[in-house]
């Protein structure tokens, strides 16, 4: 097997784990938590897991201040805000629907680098931007009122959070970090940063059953291996145009999940929002810089 293949495997399976998350979400507070309490889970359950990965790896586990501060930074107002804000859209929204939405962050990625990077953005990119913005606005209109303002805010400022986050990796001086050891040190923090946020709301709930803990330990395990392990693989061996593209996996897989398992509805207008929404982010990625 080429390493090309082994790329697109790798990638794949990531998108499609990604993609099965918020049936695991469902499954974890349907049995005894909450949103917090979930999002606590992933981000606390996969700590130690990490920890004796990194030590087998022989990664060293320094970390200066400096690079101390930007990980609580990216953390606190991207990676886990950013989960935080899209675990939350499922209580207003159908699962696949709210991540279709939050899939726009490809857009702002580029609107981020167009306003505050100064960076010039091709044409063809400007009208994928109104492309996501059309299938955004389809995607909410014909969800029949399924979908509630909350939850349409919530997928959408994900989005931007998810954004911040991927612009502050590249330009935040954090690059010369093995994945792994950021992941690890992001979970510590946004582990810290949800429990305190359950505790002050009062929403921090774990009266879980045997199934709810099964079902944490696969999303945490699996987000940090799988989904997000996978994907830099897969991006070694194809590189990051095509991971884009085979990203989009992840909202059709859970717009799949979403009307299969979860008996979620799907009306003509919200699945041509869908469409327009993965169409804009696949052109986006295919887009001559």
């Known amino acids: 097997m080429n390493t090309r293949v082994k790329g697109f495997i790798y990638l794949l399976l990531?998108?499609?784990?990604?993609?099965?998350?918020?049936?695991?979400?469902?499954?974890?507070?349907?049995?005894?938590?909450?949103?917090?309490?979930?999002?606590?889970?992933?981000?606390?359950?996969?700590?130690?897991?990490?920890?004796?990965?990194?030590?087998?790896?022989?990664?060293?586990?320094?970390?200066?201040?400096?690079?101390?501060?930007?990980i609580l930074c990216v953390t606190v107002f991207g990676y886990g805000i950013t989960a935080l804000l899209l675990y939350s859209a499922y209580d207003y929204m159908p699962?696949?629907?709210?991540?279709?939405?939050?899939?726009?962050?490809?857009?702002?990625?580029?609107?981020?680098?167009?306003?505050?990077?100064?960076?010039?953005?091709?044409?063809?990119k400007i009208v994928c931007v109104g492309l996501c913005m059309i299938g955004i606005f389809l995607s909410y209109a014909g969800s029949g009122g399924e979908a509630k303002p909350m939850g349409f805010v919530f997928a959408l400022?994900?989005?931007?959070?998810?954004?911040?986050?991927?612009?502050?990796?590249?330009?935040?001086?954090?690059?010369?970090?093995?994945?792994?050891?950021?992941?690890?040190?992001?979970?510590?923090?946004?582990?810290i940063m949800v429990f305190l946020i359950g505790k002050v709301s009062g929403s921090f709930v774990l009266h879980m059953n045997v199934n709810a803990w099964i079902a944490a330990f696969v999303l945490s395990l699996g987000a940090a291996f799988i989904g997000v392990g996978f994907f830099q693989y897969g991006v070694q061996y194809v590189g990051a145009q095509d991971a884009a593209i085979l990203s989009t996996f992840e909202p059709v897989t859970s717009m799949i999940v979403g009307i299969l398992v979860l008996h979620e509805s799907a009306s003509l207008s919200s699945m041509a929002g869908c469409i327009l929404i993965?169409?804009?982010v696949t052109a986006t990625a295919f887009a001559k810089s």
């Open 14 to 70: 990531s998108a499609v784990y990604f993609g099965f998350m918020p049936l695991l979400v469902k499954v974890i507070c349907a049995d005894g938590s909450t949103i917090v309490g979930a999002l606590f889970l992933r981000f606390a359950l996969a700590i130690i897991p990490l920890y004796i990965y990194l030590k087998v790896r022989k990664v060293p586990m320094e970390l200066s201040v400096k690079k101390g501060k930007k």
């Open 95 to 124: 699962s696949g629907m709210a991540t279709v939405i939050h899939f726009g962050y490809p857009v702002f990625v580029l609107l981020g680098s167009l306003i505050f990077l100064r960076r010039r953005v091709p044409k063809m």
């Open 157 to 191: 400022i994900s989005g931007m959070t998810y954004a911040f986050y991927i612009l502050y990796l590249e330009v935040g001086g954090l690059q010369d970090i093995p994945a792994m050891k950021m992941i690890f040190y992001m979970n510590i923090v946004g582990s």
């Open 278 to 280: 993965l169409i804009s």
